[in-house]
C-alpha cells in the first residue's frame, strides 16, 4: 500500500463520502474509488458500505483504520528524521491556529530555543481542520487549538480556560460608528452566540485574527469579546471598561498531538508551555483555570 492510498483511505473515512474525500484530496471522485477498489483488493475484504448518502466504514474497514493512520504517521516521521539537523535528536512539528501564535507561542519558541536546544523546530499555522487532518497525517505532531472536533487516532489535552469580557473603547472621531466586532475564536463561540446574543451576528464587522479585532478596537473604538489576559494591560492603562454580562463566555484552548507520540518531546514542549502560562500568572495575566498536565 502506497502512502496516497493510506491517506485517501482515512481522507474517506473521516468524510464519510468518496465525493467530499476526493474535493479535499484534489482529485477526482473516480480516482478516490479506484484507490480504495485496489487497497479492498489487496486486502481480501470491504472497507466501506457505500451508499446514496455517502460511504461508511465496514467493521473490516474500522479495524484497518488504526492501522493506516500509525503506517501513515511512521513514514511521515521516518521521511522527517532522515533529514534531522546535525547535534539534534528529534524534530518538533508544530501547528497552530493565526491567533495563537500571536498570543502565545511566539514566547513559546524562544523558551524551546533555550532551554532544549537538541530538539529542532518546524512551525506553521493554520486552520483548524487542516492541523488536524495533518497530525492524523503522520506531517505534524502538536496542534495547539481553540475547539478540535475528535479523531481517531488523536489525544486532546486542555491547556487552559480563559474567561472572555465583553470590552468597549469609546470610538475615535471619524473612526465609523461604535459597533460589535465579532472574533471568530471558535465555532463553539460562534454557537455561543447564535444561542445568546444572535443580534450581534448582524455586525458589519467580523474579524478572523483576535489581535487584529483587538488592534482595530483599540484604535476605532467599538465592543468585542477578548480574553481577560489579552486585554488586562489595556484596561489598567483606563483604555476602555469592562460590560458585564451575566452568562459570560469562557474560550478554551487545547493541545492536540497523536496518541502513540514521543512522550520526552512532547514533555519539553509542555513545559515549555508550563513555564509561559507560568509567568502569565506571575505578571498578572490570569487565566480561568490554566491546566497544563
Partial sequence: MDMETARTFLEAATAGSFVAAAERLHVTQSTVSTRIRQLEDQLGCQLFVR??????????????????????????????????????????????????????????????????????????????????QRLRDGT??????????????????????????????????????????????SDEFQRSIRLRNPELLSTPLSIGVGTLGLDYVRQCGGTGHFPRSLVQPMLDQGVGEVVPEAHPFSLPIYAVHPAESDASVLEAAFEGLRAILGSDEATGNSHQGAVVQ
Fill in 140 to 185: 505534524l505532531d502538536l496542534a495547539v487549538l481553540y475547539s478540535p472536533r475528535a479523531v481517531p487516532g488523536l489525544a486532546v489535552r486542555l491547556l487552559l480556560e480563559e474567561d472572555l469580557v465583553l470590552v468597549r473603547v469609546r470610538p475615535a472621531p471619524n473612526a465609523g460608528g461604535d459597533h460589535y466586532v465579532l472574533i471568530d475564536w
Fill in 51 to 132: 451508499n446514496k448518502n455517502g460511504a461508511m466504514l465496514t467493521a473490516a474497514g474500522v479495524r484497518f483504520q488504526r492501522h493506516a493512520i500509525a503506517m501513515l504517521r511512521l513514514w511521515e516521521q521516518a521521511r522527517q528524521e532522515a533529514a534531522l539537523p546535525i547535534g539534534h535528536r528529534a524534530l518538533l512539528r508544530i501547528g497552530s491556529e493565526a491567533g495563537l501564535w500571536n498570543r502565545m507561542l511566539n514566547r513559546w519558541i524562544p523558551w524551546m530555543r533555550r532551554n532544549a536546544e537538541d530538539i529542532a523546530l518546524r512551525c506553521e499555522v493554520g486552520l483548524a481542520d487542516d492541523l488536524l
